[in-house]
């Protein structure tokens, strides 16, 4: 047990940390030991704005979760939900058509999520209600009810719009006891009423929801303090017609006398308390749920892995006697986190454990569950804390399962395989510059399972932002992904998807696209250096002009000490970074961080990238400042701007975002390259905090690819004229000459070259044109060759980097795909013309 120091003290830092929230019920557990919220930033959801469309960046990264037999289909974070400092409980909503919402409680109210297709989670609506660490929320009819300690009653929620974007506020009752405070909140969909647990030291406040907009008070029984109540309609057996409450307390706010108790609720003029059972290893009763065939109950102890057990244990009772229940043993898993809420669906036991996230038991055994499946949901640790997974719904038809978590938000998974799976050959960390073909195989876990003509491949530059691509069904199985064409250099960012009838999306890789592989577009890399900060590596802090009071840049695992500052450095396997501030914002002014020298050189072709955190979006002021990057060649003499974060956009909210950039799009590479990384506070008081890490320099080559292809045309001498190329294309110049030659072909003739950017293969003058319309032609030339007859040594030959540089035709660009072919005349030919084959070629910088 705790010893009175160690509570006290923690009494006292979480009610500093947690303020202004209001406590009406200061003696739970997770005012007692609960750690600081340990998330900030932005969840994985299609449907959030930065990840459907990044404005200028790439979509945020996001730590991976520990995970057996759980798939994570998308979480919405507290941010992206605005719901204040934590979350709490929730509950599932299915409308009459069939569509399925998750009501999440926060500390600033009810949260409405549609989660019809989990992969594509959309915030529906928001009701306000007392800001409370504790809040709960049940459906009926077409309400929700939700209720707090902070006091407010019980708030009923019209969500008969909820299909059209619509839920509002359409009672609040507050009559029933002598506080409107309320612990948990529980509905008997079977025989209609509303059950109020706890609040004030309350037992369980019962409501008639005869009339569902306007519950009526009933009766009450307060022979115990309730903490979390079940309540269960028995139509069989010697309990057919009875309603029967099983709930969790005891007497002094739960403290004292801890155990289960079993109330005959059918009478609600006489409520009757059928049996006790104070049980072995009661430190905190909590909550319980039945099982199926009603004849045992699980219960989660609150403080018993805090106070006694070393290892998470779940409570199992024998209760086909209600009269004399049986403790059984307790069965686990050896994890050392808290038990905290559970529930059971078929031979299946879910259960949220705090930081050890979602927990599945088969308990086709009652008395002996074995764990099958869990997903971690606080990678930081298992420790018997109070943070972390508060609840979890597994109710759905579909099968989706949602969960609650105090520090991060809304998780929505799938159990089990998935519907649909999608397997790319590779993961490149290359794909040219000229697109690329990727096999990918798609299997279903039933037949059916695949929406025909739904799977893709979803892709992402700066430049473009998302594209979505059609796969290419090629039978069976069997599809592949066709990439686009680039820009040499880029980030590109990716991943696939496919859909069920029903509607439900599936990703590769699970939780994209907050997820995605990242590949490069070029085609190879060379690494110049990288910087995964767990040491200073020549980075400096301080430059002139720097004056911020409070928040300089340091080194080392952030503590996400404020609202708006990373909890985690950018990667799983390291732990330190670069960020701004502990225990402070960046205030009065500007702080900088300031790279080693880089020896850079042009030819190299250089670029940068690194992942990076801003937040500007709390505070007095929010809005209102930036960050910014920027370069020098001089060693700092003079210095460009490469990007400016902020003040306002979603890559202004935290989050770890991807940033990558050529050095020669700004400066000239030296020997004499750095980068400064600049968070200012510069006028009115908000929230600033910024992070960097996993820094990387790189030099690409983007030698674009030739390849011949088409057939060339018979001339009236029997050749057939072949086409070349030597050298590479540049849009800079600075890989040298770059021909396209012919040989075999008529002597002595006029000809030249024409060109396309997208590739034909078309009848044209007795022969084919494989370049595709619109048409550019080069200069008029003379095949040389033998001066005299009609013979095949004729050759023609076109610079095509000049042609580029001096800038005859504004679409060959870098990154362009050119498809070229030469033409010359034959007097002999039919058609008095002759036809070499093509050159496909990329143009480089």
């Given at each position: 047990m705790a010893n009175t120091f160690t509570r006290g003290f923690a009494v006292l830092m979480t009610a500093a940390a947690l303020a202004p929230t209001l406590f009406a019920h200061e003696d739970d557990p997770k005012i007692l030991a609960r750690r600081k919220r340990t998330f900030h930033g932005r969840g994985i959801a299609a449907a959030t704005p930065n990840a459907q469309q990044p404005?200028?960046?790439?979509?945020?990264?996001?730590?991976?979760?520990?995970?057996?037999?759980?798939?994570?289909?998308?979480?919405?974070?507290?941010?992206?939900?605005?719901?204040?400092?934590?979350?709490?409980?929730?509950?599932?909503?299915t409308s009459p058509s069939g569509r399925e919402y998750a009501c999440f409680g926060s500390q600033l109210g009810t949260h409405f999520v549609e989660v019809t297709d989990p992969a594509n989670p959309v915030i529906v609506g928001f009701i306000a209600g007392p800001s409370s660490l504790w809040r709960d929320t049940r459906t009926y009819s077409h309400y929700a009810y939700s209720v707090s300690e902070g006091g407010g009653g019980i708030q009923i929620i019209d969500l008969a719009n909820i299909d059209n974007g619509v839920v509002t506020l359409a009672n609040t009752v507050t009559i029933g006891g002598s506080t409107t405070a309320t612990h948990t909140v529980f509905i008997n969909e079977q025989s209609g009423y509303l059950y109020r647990a706890g609040g004030g030291g309350h037992g369980i406040r019962i409501y008639s929801l005869a009339n569902p907009l306007n519950p009526t008070y009933v009766s009450s029984w307060d022979n115990k303090y309730c903490h979390e109540v079940t309540v269960v309609s028995y139509t069989s057996g010697p309990y057919a017609g009875k309603e029967v409450a099983f709930f969790c307390g005891g007497d002094n706010g739960g403290w004292a006398n801890p155990g289960l108790f079993i109330v005959d609720v059918t009478n609600k003029s006489n409520l009757t308390l059928m049996s006790s059972l104070n049980y072995t290893g009661a430190a905190y009763s909590h909550q319980c749920w039945p099982s199926a065939d009603m004849q045992t109950l699980y219960l989660d102890d609150e403080l018993d892995e805090y106070y006694g057990s070393t290892t998470c244990v779940t409570k199992v009772f024998d209760i086909s006697n209600l009269f004399a229940p049986v403790q059984k043993p307790d069965f686990g898993n050896g994890n050392t986190a808290i038990g905290h809420n559970l529930y059971t669906k078929g031979n299946l036991l879910f259960q949220a454990n705090y930081t050890s996230g979602l927990r599945i038991f088969d308990v086709t055994n009652p008395l002996v569950g074995t764990e099958i499946a869990y997903f971690d949901t606080y990678p930081e640790n298992d420790l018997n804390v109070f943070n972390s997974l508060w609840n979890v719904y597994p109710y759905f038809q579909s099968g989706t399962v949602i969960g609650s978590d105090i520090d991060r938000g809304l998780f929505v998974w799938w159990v089990g395989a998935p519907k649909v799976s999608l397997a790319p050959a590779s993961t490149p960390s290359t794909v040219s510059v000229v697109g690329e073909q990727l096999d990918v195989t798609l299997s279903e876990l039933a037949p059916g399972d695949y929406q025909t003509g739904t799977a893709k491949l979803n892709v992402y530059t700066q430049a473009q932002g998302w594209q979505s691509l059609p796969l290419a069904a090629l039978g069976g199985s069997n599809f592949r992904a066709d990439f686009p064409s680039f820009t040499c250099g880029e980030a590109v960012q990716w991943y696939l998807s496919a859909q069920s009838p029903s509607g439900i999306t599936w990703t590769e890789p699970a939780g994209a696209p907050g997820v995605t592989w990242t590949s490069t577009a070029c085609d190879s890399t060379t690494a110049v250096a990288s910087y995964d900060f767990e040491s200073s590596a020549g980075w400096t802090v301080g430059f002139t002009g720097d004056n911020a009071s409070a928040g300089q840049w340091l080194r080392g695992a952030p503590d996400s000490t404020t609202s708006a500052q990373p909890r985690d450095d950018h990667t799983d396997t390291t732990y330190q970074c670069f960020y701004t501030g502990s225990g402070a914002d960046v205030d009065g002014g500007k702080t900088t961080l300031v790279s080693p020298v880089l020896s850079l050189n042009t030819s190299g072709n250089p670029h940068i990238r690194y992942w990076r955190w801003f937040s500007n979006e709390t505070g007095g002021a929010?809005?209102?400042?930036?960050?910014?990057?920027?370069?020098?060649?001089?060693?700092?003499?003079?210095?460009?701007t490469v990007e400016t974060v902020g003040p306002t956009g979603a890559e202004a909210r935290g989050g770890w975002y991807l940033h990558q950039f050529r050095v020669a799009s700004f400066v000239a590479p030296t020997a004499q390259v750095k980068l400064r990384f600049v968070a200012e506070d510069a006028g009115a008081d908000s929230e600033i905090e910024a992070a960097i890490d996993d820094l990387e320099v790189f030099n690409v080559d983007c030698t674009a690819p030739t390849q011949v292809y088409c057939t060339g045309k018979v001339n009236s001498q029997g050749c057939v004229g072949a086409i070349s190329s030597t050298g590479s294309a540049s849009a800079s110049g600075t890989s040298g000459a770059f021909f396209v030659n012919a040989s075999n072909v008529l002597n002595q003739k006029s000809g030249l070259l024409f060109y396309g950017l997208n590739a034909a293969s078309s009848p044209f003058q007795g022969g084919l044109k494989c370049a595709a319309n619109p048409i550019r032609r080069t200069p008029l030339q003379t095949s040389g060759g033998s001066p005299l007859g009609n013979d095949c040594t004729g050759q023609f030959a076109f610079e095509f980097n000049n042609y580029i540089v001096n800038g005859y035709d504004p679409n060959l660009v870098v990154g362009a795909t050119v498809y070229a072919q030469y033409w010359y005349r034959d007097g002999a030919d039919a058609y008095g013309t002759g036809l070499t084959n093509a050159v496909q070629f990329g143009i480089d910088y």
């Open positions: 404005a200028g960046g790439s979509g945020p990264q996001f730590m991976s979760f520990q995970n057996n037999g759980i798939r994570l289909m998308s979480w919405l974070s507290l941010q992206d939900l605005n719901g204040g400092d934590n979350g709490n409980s929730l509950w599932g909503y929010p809005g209102t400042d930036t960050f910014k990057i920027e370069i020098s060649n001089n060693n700092g003499s003079s210095w460009t």
